[in-house]
């Protein structure tokens, strides 16, 4: 799987991939391939005509010199390339300040080696850096650090803020969730009736987008998050963290699974969605696994897969985004995970407040049943506790009522 997911990612970053090696054994200190791999590579490089070669190891600076001195070419690793994916597809400049925030760490980790390097004679992947002082480079990129901290510190502000005021309308929030490539983005497309960029590369999705969505009159704030992938690096995750923080925040997340491939590969992505979704600190959150693509398999494999599954996801609902094939069952599961709504009732005045009043409950709320009188108005309605609960106060403090449950 590892070479695959790799030559997807290149693909992702736009690089046509013209040759594959591969070795098992221990890692080599100088290439972290055996000295006589590096020269069937050189000799591969030369074959083909390949501009950069790419480790889905990671390497250190030395391994990269040492690498792109044997073939004449720059040898990155799979955070680079990672890196580079991301950069392409950011479009948010919160989203380009956490890129770059990851790749000066990585660079403020590797920045002594890579300026000795440098030092001894240029080549592909570390030129410019003789000309920095060490000390002098170090303290330009930690001061680079902590102004990148400090605006992402306003932006998550702003964002907290805006979370708190979807707390205090009492909306429900949904994340999407799962590995890269999923059909996360198609979901969203299908639950909200939007049009976010969804195509066959990989990490399609770079910021979060919500909007709010109803589902039998109920409403709900739904988010597509940035996809999950094998042995993202911590620095990323770091990097990520206030826009994954809209995951940890929600009421439900839709676990995303690609029903087309195999069972084996279902179970390794999976087990990386998990793991990522403990780190970040949304492990307690209900989860409904989603089965997504099964327009592209059998029956019977839906059928087995289904099986097969049935251990690792408490509820599990098979679907397709694109076709819209079962999204009405995935909805009615949604409404059930998220069935702690309160039906209640009041009778209020009627005033020159009971209209703006009545505004923002059918704005926020499922308003039932409406029964005007001569003077009262009698009002039916379904919330979450939290939403209620202000009803409650609004409805005894502006109008002297009561409010009741149905």
Known sequence: MTL?????????????V????????????????????????AELVKKTGAEKVIFDNLLKPVQSYNLAKATNVEAIDRFQLILE????RATTAEAHMQIHLAKLRYD?????????????GEQPGFMGLGAYEVDVYYESVKREVHAILRKLKKIR??????????????FTSISLAGYTKAGKSSLFNALAEEAVPVDTSLFTTLSTTTRLVTFSKKKFLLTDTVGFIDRLPLTLMEAFRSTLEETIYSDLILLMVDASETMYVIDKKLSTCIETIERIGAAGIPTITVLNKIDLISKEEICQKMEDLKDRATTLVPISALQGTNIEELKKEILKELSNYVRASFTIPVT?????????????????????????VNVVFEADPSFAEKVRNRVEREFNGKLEKA
């Not at 994916?85 to 392409?88: K, L, Q």
């Open 4 to 16: 695959d997911e790799l030559e997807s990612l290149a693909e992702s970053a736009g690089y046509a």
């Open 18 to 41: 013209v040759g594959k090696m591969e070795q098992v054994r221990e890692p080599d200190a100088r290439y972290q391939i055996g000295a006589g791999k590096v020269e069937e590579l």
């Open 85 to 88: 994916i991301f950069t392409r």
């Open 108 to 120: 403020l980790a590797q920045a002594k080696e890579r300026v000795r390097l440098a030092r001894r």
């Open 157 to 170: 502000g702003k964002r907290l803020l805006h979370r708190e005021r979807r707390a205090e309308l009492g």
């Open 352 to 376: 020159k407040e009971t209209m703006p009043f009545m505004a923002w409950l059918f704005k926020n709320a499922d308003v039932q049943k409406t029964d005007y009188a001569a003077d009262s």
